[in-house]
């Protein structure tokens, strides 16, 4: 009986241990999905629309690869530079704020920090500054 209880316990904790793996590794943003990103800089009146699906999804694609961090960020980041918005259909997106203009870009998605390595930054504000100069 203690062999079976210890089996049951055992596969308990695989199965636990799994999904809790799985949750974070998964993707951050649906790039399948999404349609359109939104932009709208924190200094200025304007916002930008970028529409085209391919260039927004290479777009969330890179902030995708993202890694999740500590909250010490918070003590260092002043206003983002973008509260941005990825649209899923007119009314259905998730919204977040973006910091660009440091080494590595960092994202506030639902309460938690992600950032982007240094090769992927500057991979990433090359896109975004394409992107806007097209909208």
């Known amino acids: ?40 800089p924190a200094n200025e009146s304007i916002s930008y629309e970028i529409d085209d699906k391919d260039t927004a999804e290479d777009l969330i694609e890179e902030l995708n690869k993202g890694r999740q961090t ?7 980041l002043k206003k983002p530079d973008y509260i941005a918005k990825v649209m899923f259909g007119r009314t259905n997106g998730t919204t977040f704020q973006l910091w660009t203009d440091r080494s590595q870009v960092v994202f506030l998605v639902d309460g938690t920090f992600y950032e982007l390595n240094q090769k992927q930054s ?14």
């Open 70 to 76: 500590s909250n010490h960020l918070k003590k260092n």
């Open 122 to 135: 500057k991979s990433f504000q090359k896109q975004l500054k394409e992107a806007i100069q097209k909208s």
């Open 1 to 40: 009986m203690k062999k079976i209880l210890a089996g049951v316990v055992i596969l308990g904790l695989l199965f636990i241990t799994f999904f809790y793996v799985f949750s974070r590794t998964s993707e951050i943003f649906d790039e399948n999905r999404a349609e359109k990103l939104l932009l709208s």
